[in-house]
């Protein structure tokens, strides 16, 4: 790349831009998944994107991140146009769906070795990533084992940590604490409260709406493909007309759950 465009995207990543702006976002496929979806996350914002199975959430942030061409609108990363650069919006961001993908043949040091090399990372910040994130993780001592061996929690932990290596501005985790243990997952809360009071931005999709409630600055509800409310816990509540109202009544409320299963 030129010096003058890479120079460009790189004032563009650290503007004062949204983290994420999309636009009539819509992905068709027999029928809408995600219809006209508009969505703004500020920088260094810890976002919860809630909503129902079959919502359209991870249909969203698969085309945020560039697996998943939509069928209009627009999607804008720190200013990026990431339908027009894609490669640029993509090193600045990164994406760990619900179930880790690793090589399980690699050991941890050289499946991060290896995503780093991917990312262009330069190889002693790449060692000194590698490190923090396997001991902030707890798997040092684990380090030198192949992941085929590991449970499904050690191996979120690892894939979450090849999506943190490359240090993205703009973090997307599709149900990152299912199926982990108590111990586990706080260690993932921790690590994620770290990295966005560190300056990063999270978009969390989840089930478990206490960890949207004590996570998140926002919360955004998704229902058939659109987003239905969206504010702070106590914005939502005001809106709610209920001051005591919990975010499992309002989400169960807005999205029809209970009715539907009338």
């Known amino acids: 790349m030129q010096d003058g465009v890479e120079d460009k995207f790189s ?31 500020r920088p260094g ?8 199975n079959g919502a359209g959430k991870t249909t969203t942030l698969r085309m945020v991140a560039g697996l998943l061409p939509p069928t209009s609108g627009s999607i804008e990363i720190f200013g990026i146009d990431a339908l027009r650069n894609p490669i640029e919006a993509k090193r600045i961001t990164a994406w760990l769906p619900d179930e880790p993908m690793l090589y399980d043949k690699l050991d941890p040091v050289e499946y991060l070795e290896f995503v780093a090399g991917l990312w262009g990372v330069e190889p002693r910040r790449a060692e000194a990533n590698a490190e923090e994130l396997l001991n902030v993780l707890g798997l040092w001592e684990h380090r030198n084992e192949r992941c085929e061996g590991f449970s499904r929690g050690m191996k ?3 894939a979450l940590a090849g999506a943190l290596i ?12 299912t199926g982990l243990d108590a111990a586990i997952a ?7 409260t770290r990295r966005v009071n560190g300056g990063a931005t999270i978009i969390l999709t989840t089930h478990i709406l206490e960890v949207a409630e004590r996570l998140a600055s926002r919360i955004g509800i998704i229902n058939k ?3 239905i409310a969206e504010g702070t816990l106590d914005e939502m509540r005001q809106k709610s007309g209920s001051k005591d109202s919990s975010l499992e009544d309002m989400f169960l409320t807005l999205t029809g759950v209970m009715e539907n299963a009338a």
Not at 45 to 52: I, N, R, S, T
Not at 166 to 177: F, I, W, Y
Not at 186 to 192: F, G, H, S, T
């Open 11 to 41: 004032r563009q990543a650290n503007g004062d831009h949204a983290a994420l702006r999309l636009g009539g976002l819509t992905k068709i496929f027999n029928k809408p998944a995600v219809n006209n979806f508009n969505l703004t996350v």
């Open 45 to 52: 914002e810890f976002y919860a994107l809630l909503g129902p």
């Open 156 to 158: 979120q932990k690892v």
């Open 166 to 177: 490359h240090e993205p501005k703009l973090l997307m985790l599709d149900e990152p604490l």
């Open 186 to 192: 706080r260690q993932v809360k921790e690590l994620l």
């Open 225 to 227: 493909g659109q987003l």
